[in-house]
Nanobody, 127 residues
Framework: VQLQASGGGLVQAGGSLRLSCAASGRTISTYTMGWFRQAAGKEREFVAAISFRGGDTAYLDSVKGRFTISRDNAENAVYLQMSSLKPEDTAVYYC?????????????????????WGQGTQVTVSS
């Protein structure tokens, strides 16, 4: 499966962006999907995940209540709606497919469990 992330950009603090991750090559309907981010000089960190049917979601504590992950298996896509953005949300955002189907924090939050990555989309939040 190939993943293509888009939707990043420059936004003022308090603004919103919607990231999209389009998959091709095969269906992602059997995969847990996630969003990760990497700020300059920092390690990649887990942001959000959604189970393969979409019934379960999980978030990094600092984005809870502000970000919403969703998926459309018919469209073979995953989304990240980001609201009330803060300068500390500035990073390159990556979508990823996770080979682990069991819904467990240690699995879906682990970059090492992800088998495919999108190319990343830059999100910059100005203060």
């Amino acid at each position: 499966v190939q993943l293509q992330a888009s939707g990043g950009g420059l936004v003022q603090a308090g603004g919103s962006l919607r990231l999209s991750c389009a998959a091709s090559g095969r269906t992602i309907s059997t995969y847990t999907m996630g969003w990760f981010r990497q700020a300059a000089g920092k390690e990649r960190e887990f942001v959000a995940a959604i189970s393969f049917r979409g019934g379960d979601t999980a978030y990094l504590d600092s984005v809870k209540g502000r970000f919403t992950i969703s998926r459309d298996n018919a469209e073979n896509a995953v989304y990240l709606q980001m609201s009330s953005l803060k300068p500390e949300d500035t990073a390159v955002y990556y979508c990823a497919s996770n080979t682990r189907t069991t819904w467990r924090y240690s699995y879906y939050s682990s970059a090492a469990s992800c088998s495919r990555w999108g190319q990343g989309t830059q999100v910059t939040v100005s203060s």
